[in-house]
């Protein structure tokens, strides 16, 4: 399993954390285990979670140091904790995996107001092992390894093509209401490159919209942001579509950086996040600038801003994808500009984290933790969207068979911020119930492997 992710489960501040040690406990009276034993990296789990870990005064005081490491680690995580995760670099398997990781596409069961149900391919990376198989956007897929898809079984078989290395896949067109030019498509698992930021300029009545889509947010994705803005400022675009439907976050500072290019009134000081931790992280607050600059290879603040666009209003496209740092572009722009969100409600984390690992020389321990560290607010104090943020206008890409390519401007979440732009008001398909999603490949229960 490889050890770079197209999406980030917990989004990182680029910081580098130092255990020294991974056989004693500070606590008077800890056991001491010897050193390269299972309980042993337990308590050094414990030790890291105790310093770190947000919820850790309701950690178990005696947890069992004889559990496996994966295990002992998930017998010490809040009730209310959907999100951090351990991986043993040293072991593949103790990796996430998700449809979209292994095989760079997702897919959603749907059920039409005929009540038929379909599964219909909603993402596709460019240049992954799905993309150059030829799998794209809209199309329909009838089996997965032989067997038909539905309701029912969807879950399982998203579960099983996790524990394959090559998949099968029965796809067809969307035509008329029906599947048609039905072909069989093999996916192997494999590597997906970084994906590119996608724009495009739409023009109507003489006003211009710039619309761009952004997979996630790397760090040292400044200067790829900066030549779109350019390219927009040049263009004079008065409206701005953001469309961060699939973003599972990523680097809090490239989501600062797109932050500091769009509105107006902003400076250097002015401020951009606020960490809450547990009794030793305390608070942390950050500048857009300082924010920025925790990117080693990012462009800084002031650079930013000479091709900043200065709006006073931005959409922005999401779904129960957009997460972490896509999640904090939107509710961290609102203290300086109308937010106007469209799609489904958000995936609701509201929280941050980094990597804990030992940094010794020779390493003695392979595991790697990530844990929840910080609740994040906004310049106005404002958070807590662990439900998720819901959108002003409601709409369901799902409204209109087959799928239309990301940046058509007849694709439903692109048409009806359009619409928005153009007329005011919102269409038909935000008030479309008639569509069911019943199951996607990219859920929290389907995507996070715990």
């Not at 979670?49 to 950690?59: C, F, N, V």
């Not at 959603?108 to 391919?121: F, K, M």
């Not at 990376?125 to 799998?135: E, R, T, V």
Request: aromatic content about 10%.
């Amino acid at each position: 399993m490889k050890k770079h992710f197209t999406f980030q489960l917990l989004f990182l501040l680029a910081v580098s954390v130092f255990i020294l040690s991974c056989t004693r406990n500070d606590d008077e009276g800890a056991p001491v285990f010897p050193e390269g034993s299972t309980e042993s990296v337990n308590l050094w789990v414990q030790d890291s979670m105790k310093r770190y870990y947000y919820w850790a005064e309701q950690m178990p005081a005696k947890p069992d140091y004889h559990l496996p490491v994966k295990d002992f680690f998930k017998s010490l995580l809040s009730a209310q904790d959907r999100f951090s995760f351990a991986v043993d670099t040293q072991d593949p398997s103790s990796y996430p995996r998700s449809v979209r990781n292994m095989y760079g596409f997702d897919y959603a069961v749907i059920q039409l107001a005929n009540g038929n149900v379909v599964t219909t391919v909603k993402l596709v990376m460019k240049n992954s092992p799905a993309f150059n198989s030829g799998l794209e956007r809209g199309m329909m897929i009838t089996k997965i390894n032989g067997t038909a898809i539905t309701a029912a079984n969807a879950e399982e078989l998203t579960s099983s093509i996790k524990d394959k290395t090559v998949i099968e896949l029965r796809v067809g067109n969307w035509k008329n209401g029906a599947v048609t030019d039905e072909k069989n498509i093999t996916v192997y698992y494999g590597y997906s490159f970084e994906q590119p930021l996608e724009s495009k300029i739409f023009e109507k009545n003489g006003k211009k919209t710039g619309y761009l889509y952004i997979y996630d947010f790397p760090d040292g994705m400044t200067s790829s942001l900066n030549q779109k803005f350019a390219a927009f400022k040049a263009a004079g675009i008065q409206e701005l579509i953001l469309d961060l439907r699939y973003n599972y976050g990523g680097s809090v500072s490239s989501a600062a950086a797109l932050c500091s290019m769009i509105p107006s009134g902003i400076s250097s000081s002015s401020p951009f996040i606020i960490y809450k931790g547990n009794k030793n992280g305390g608070e942390v607050k950050r500048t857009f600038a300082r924010q920025i600059a925790y990117d080693p290879a990012a462009l800084d603040f002031n650079a930013l801003r000479t091709n900043a666009l200065n709006l006073n209003k931005v959409y922005i496209l999401t779904s129960r994808s957009t997460a972490s740092a896509s999640e904090i572009v939107i509710n961290n722009l609102k203290p300086y500009m109308q937010v106007i969100q469209v799609g489904d409600v958000t995936l609701g984390k509201d929280m941050a984290g980094f990597m804990v690992e030992d940094k010794r020389k020779p390493k003695k321990i392979s595991w790697q933790l990530h844990p929840v560290i910080y609740k994040v607010f906004n310049a106005d104090g404002e958070g807590g969207y662990n439900n998720g943020i819901s959108p002003q206008i409601t709409a369901s890409e799902y409204a209109a068979l087959p799928l239309l390519p990301l940046g058509d401007s007849q694709e439903t979440l692109i048409a009806e911020a359009m619409n928005n732009i153009y007329s005011k008001s919102a269409g038909k398909n935000a008030l479309d119930g008639s569509i069911k999603i019943l199951f996607q490949s990219d859920t929290p229960s389907a995507a996070i492997g715990k």
